[in-house]
Protein backbone atom coordinates (compact mmCIF):
# COMPACT_ATOMS: atom_id res chain seq x y z
CA UNK A 1 0.00 0.00 0.00
CA UNK A 2 1.45 3.61 -0.69
CA UNK A 3 2.30 5.67 1.97
CA UNK A 4 3.36 9.46 2.25
CA UNK A 5 4.18 10.45 5.23
CA UNK A 6 5.01 14.46 6.24
CA UNK A 7 7.23 15.61 9.48
CA UNK A 8 8.59 19.26 10.03
CA UNK A 9 5.89 21.55 11.11
CA UNK A 10 4.98 23.37 13.99
CA UNK A 11 4.91 26.92 15.28
CA UNK A 12 6.73 29.83 13.91
CA UNK A 13 6.61 33.11 14.33
CA UNK A 14 5.22 35.59 11.25
CA UNK A 15 8.49 36.28 8.57
CA UNK A 16 10.04 33.16 10.30
CA UNK A 17 10.56 29.73 8.05
CA UNK A 18 10.58 26.43 8.03
CA UNK A 19 11.24 22.91 5.88
CA UNK A 20 8.63 20.41 5.26
CA UNK A 21 9.55 16.62 4.27
CA UNK A 22 7.79 14.23 3.11
CA UNK A 23 8.79 10.59 2.21
CA UNK A 24 7.19 8.19 0.02
CA UNK A 25 6.89 4.45 0.20
CA UNK A 26 5.75 1.66 -1.68
CA UNK A 27 5.39 2.70 -5.23
CA UNK A 28 8.29 3.52 -7.57
CA UNK A 29 8.43 7.61 -6.19
CA UNK A 30 11.03 8.65 -8.95
CA UNK A 31 8.69 8.41 -11.75
CA UNK A 32 5.59 10.46 -10.19
CA UNK A 33 5.16 14.12 -9.74
CA UNK A 34 4.50 15.20 -5.85
CA UNK A 35 2.62 17.79 -4.91
CA UNK A 36 2.22 20.28 -2.00
CA UNK A 37 -1.68 20.76 -0.95
CA UNK A 38 -2.55 22.74 2.20
CA UNK A 39 -6.27 23.56 3.95
CA UNK A 40 -7.02 26.19 6.29
CA UNK A 41 -9.07 25.46 9.60
CA UNK A 42 -12.07 25.25 8.51
CA UNK A 43 -11.73 25.60 4.40
CA UNK A 44 -11.44 23.51 1.08
CA UNK A 45 -7.80 22.45 0.27
CA UNK A 46 -5.56 24.46 -1.63
CA UNK A 47 -3.04 23.46 -4.42
CA UNK A 48 0.27 24.99 -2.94
CA UNK A 49 2.96 23.60 -5.40
CA UNK A 50 4.22 20.83 -7.59
CA UNK A 51 7.64 18.89 -8.73
CA UNK A 52 7.93 17.04 -11.93
CA UNK A 53 9.24 13.36 -11.47
CA UNK A 54 12.44 14.37 -12.13
CA UNK A 55 12.52 17.62 -10.45
CA UNK A 56 13.04 19.85 -13.93
CA UNK A 57 9.75 21.18 -13.46
CA UNK A 58 7.72 23.18 -10.56
CA UNK A 59 5.10 25.47 -10.30
CA UNK A 60 3.41 27.14 -7.24
CA UNK A 61 0.03 29.12 -6.76
CA UNK A 62 0.74 32.69 -6.43
CA UNK A 63 -0.08 33.07 -2.62
CA UNK A 64 3.32 31.35 -2.31
CA UNK A 65 5.70 32.31 -5.49
CA UNK A 66 8.90 33.35 -4.34
CA UNK A 67 8.46 32.32 -1.20
CA UNK A 68 8.25 28.56 -1.03
CA UNK A 69 10.59 25.98 -2.85
CA UNK A 70 9.73 22.52 -3.28
CA UNK A 71 12.55 20.22 -4.20
CA UNK A 72 12.96 16.26 -3.98
CA UNK A 73 15.43 13.62 -3.92
CA UNK A 74 14.82 10.24 -5.50
CA UNK A 75 17.58 8.77 -3.54
CA UNK A 76 15.63 9.41 -0.95
CA UNK A 77 12.35 9.11 -1.64
CA UNK A 78 11.83 12.48 -0.70
CA UNK A 79 10.13 15.74 -1.33
CA UNK A 80 10.34 19.09 0.12
CA UNK A 81 8.90 22.22 1.06
CA UNK A 82 11.14 25.03 2.07
CA UNK A 83 8.84 27.76 3.51
CA UNK A 84 10.00 31.19 4.09
CA UNK A 85 8.79 34.81 4.91
CA UNK A 86 5.84 32.56 6.86
CA UNK A 87 3.10 34.60 6.98
CA UNK A 88 -0.23 34.40 9.25
CA UNK A 89 -2.38 32.90 6.24
CA UNK A 90 0.06 30.25 5.80
CA UNK A 91 -1.05 28.64 8.46
CA UNK A 92 -2.66 25.41 7.90
CA UNK A 93 -2.58 21.42 7.76
CA UNK A 94 0.02 20.41 4.67
CA UNK A 95 -0.42 17.67 3.02
CA UNK A 96 2.12 15.94 0.75
CA UNK A 97 0.07 14.35 -2.64
CA UNK A 98 0.82 11.98 -5.20
CA UNK A 99 0.02 12.45 -8.90
CA UNK A 100 -2.08 9.49 -10.34
CA UNK A 101 -0.01 9.05 -13.05
CA UNK A 102 3.15 8.99 -14.04
CA UNK A 103 4.35 11.42 -17.31
CA UNK A 104 1.80 13.95 -15.98
CA UNK A 105 3.27 16.86 -13.71
CA UNK A 106 0.17 18.08 -10.68
CA UNK A 107 -3.14 16.54 -12.39
CA UNK A 108 -4.96 14.85 -9.68
CA UNK A 109 -3.72 12.97 -6.35
CA UNK A 110 -4.75 9.67 -5.55
CA UNK A 111 -2.75 9.49 -2.46
CA UNK A 112 -2.43 11.64 0.47
CA UNK A 113 -0.49 11.73 3.43
CA UNK A 114 -1.96 12.63 6.83
CA UNK A 115 -0.98 16.05 6.90
CA UNK A 116 1.83 18.14 9.58
CA UNK A 117 0.40 21.61 11.04
CA UNK A 118 1.97 24.15 10.33
CA UNK A 119 0.68 27.72 12.56
CA UNK A 120 2.45 31.23 12.12
CA UNK A 121 1.46 33.09 14.69
CA UNK A 122 3.67 35.40 16.96
CA UNK B 1 -6.41 31.33 -11.92
CA UNK B 2 -9.80 29.09 -12.93
CA UNK B 3 -11.94 29.41 -10.29
CA UNK B 4 -14.36 26.47 -9.16
CA UNK B 5 -17.89 26.94 -7.62
CA UNK B 6 -19.68 24.69 -6.06
CA UNK B 7 -23.43 24.11 -5.25
CA UNK B 8 -24.89 23.93 -3.04
CA UNK B 9 -22.34 24.78 0.32
CA UNK B 10 -24.09 22.34 2.00
CA UNK B 11 -26.82 19.78 2.18
CA UNK B 12 -28.70 17.34 4.68
CA UNK B 13 -29.94 14.40 3.10
CA UNK B 14 -31.26 10.46 4.69
CA UNK B 15 -29.85 7.65 4.19
CA UNK B 16 -31.08 6.07 0.53
CA UNK B 17 -31.71 9.51 -0.98
CA UNK B 18 -30.11 10.67 -4.14
CA UNK B 19 -27.42 13.46 -3.97
CA UNK B 20 -26.23 15.84 -6.84
CA UNK B 21 -23.85 18.28 -5.89
CA UNK B 22 -22.50 20.65 -8.71
CA UNK B 23 -19.10 21.93 -9.52
CA UNK B 24 -19.08 25.03 -12.18
CA UNK B 25 -15.35 26.32 -13.60
CA UNK B 26 -14.66 30.11 -14.42
CA UNK B 27 -13.40 28.36 -17.59
CA UNK B 28 -13.79 25.65 -19.77
CA UNK B 29 -12.09 22.47 -18.41
CA UNK B 30 -12.89 19.88 -20.73
CA UNK B 31 -13.17 16.96 -18.75
CA UNK B 32 -10.34 17.23 -16.54
CA UNK B 33 -12.07 17.28 -13.30
CA UNK B 34 -11.63 15.27 -10.06
CA UNK B 35 -14.09 14.47 -7.58
CA UNK B 36 -12.91 14.42 -3.70
CA UNK B 37 -14.82 12.98 -0.28
CA UNK B 38 -13.02 14.23 2.76
CA UNK B 39 -14.38 13.46 6.28
CA UNK B 40 -12.97 15.20 9.61
CA UNK B 41 -9.55 15.04 10.31
CA UNK B 42 -8.77 12.89 7.50
CA UNK B 43 -6.88 13.90 4.10
CA UNK B 44 -9.34 13.88 0.85
CA UNK B 45 -10.38 10.44 -1.08
CA UNK B 46 -9.97 10.83 -4.60
CA UNK B 47 -13.23 9.32 -5.99
CA UNK B 48 -13.59 10.26 -9.86
CA UNK B 49 -11.17 11.46 -12.18
CA UNK B 50 -11.46 12.79 -16.13
CA UNK B 51 -15.21 14.12 -14.72
CA UNK B 52 -16.26 10.48 -14.68
CA UNK B 53 -14.01 7.54 -14.54
CA UNK B 54 -14.52 6.34 -10.80
CA UNK B 55 -11.25 5.33 -9.22
CA UNK B 56 -10.10 1.81 -8.10
CA UNK B 57 -11.85 0.79 -5.28
CA UNK B 58 -14.70 3.42 -5.00
CA UNK B 59 -18.63 2.14 -4.88
CA UNK B 60 -20.33 2.64 -8.11
CA UNK B 61 -23.40 4.56 -6.10
CA UNK B 62 -20.95 7.33 -7.03
CA UNK B 63 -20.85 8.67 -10.72
CA UNK B 64 -19.60 11.92 -12.22
CA UNK B 65 -20.13 13.50 -15.59
CA UNK B 66 -20.15 16.84 -17.30
CA UNK B 67 -17.42 18.85 -19.39
CA UNK B 68 -16.34 22.30 -20.09
CA UNK B 69 -18.04 24.12 -17.64
CA UNK B 70 -20.43 22.46 -15.50
CA UNK B 71 -20.23 19.44 -13.85
CA UNK B 72 -22.04 17.02 -11.44
CA UNK B 73 -21.28 14.40 -8.71
CA UNK B 74 -24.10 11.67 -7.98
CA UNK B 75 -24.59 9.57 -4.86
CA UNK B 76 -27.46 7.18 -6.51
CA UNK B 77 -28.29 6.04 -2.73
CA UNK B 78 -26.88 7.52 0.26
CA UNK B 79 -25.01 5.16 2.38
CA UNK B 80 -24.18 6.20 5.93
CA UNK B 81 -20.36 6.07 5.55
CA UNK B 82 -21.18 9.26 2.68
CA UNK B 83 -21.61 11.77 4.67
CA UNK B 84 -18.81 14.10 4.20
CA UNK B 85 -17.43 16.76 2.49
CA UNK B 86 -17.03 16.97 -1.35
CA UNK B 87 -14.30 18.71 -3.53
CA UNK B 88 -14.25 19.05 -7.27
CA UNK B 89 -10.54 20.13 -8.60
CA UNK B 90 -9.50 21.21 -12.06
CA UNK B 91 -6.46 19.94 -14.13
CA UNK B 92 -6.71 21.95 -17.19
CA UNK B 93 -3.40 23.04 -18.48
CA UNK B 94 -0.37 23.36 -16.66
CA UNK B 95 -0.91 24.29 -12.90
CA UNK B 96 -2.30 26.22 -10.73
CA UNK B 97 -4.61 23.58 -9.60
CA UNK B 98 -8.14 25.18 -8.11
CA UNK B 99 -10.81 23.20 -5.59
CA UNK B 100 -14.06 24.04 -5.00
CA UNK B 101 -15.06 25.27 -1.78
CA UNK B 102 -16.89 22.11 -0.99
CA UNK B 103 -19.96 20.53 -0.41
CA UNK B 104 -20.88 19.05 2.63
CA UNK B 105 -23.09 16.55 3.06
CA UNK B 106 -25.13 16.42 6.14
CA UNK B 107 -27.88 13.35 8.00
CA UNK B 108 -31.26 14.93 7.55
Known amino acids: EVHLLESGGGLVQPGGSLRLSCVGSEFTFSTYAMSWVRQAPGKGPEWVSV????????YYADSVKGRFTISRDNSRNMVYLQMNSLRAEDTAIYYC???????????????WGQGTVVTVSS | AIRMTQSPSSLSASTGDRVTITCRAS??????LAWYQQKPGKAPKLLIYAASILQSGVPSRFSGSGSGTDFTLTISYLQSEDFATYYC??????????FGQGTKVEIK
Open chain 2, 89 to 98: QQYYGNPPRT
Open chain 1, 97 to 111: AKDHATVVTGYYFDY
Open chain 2, 27 to 32: QGVSNY
Open chain 1, 51 to 58: ISYNGGTT
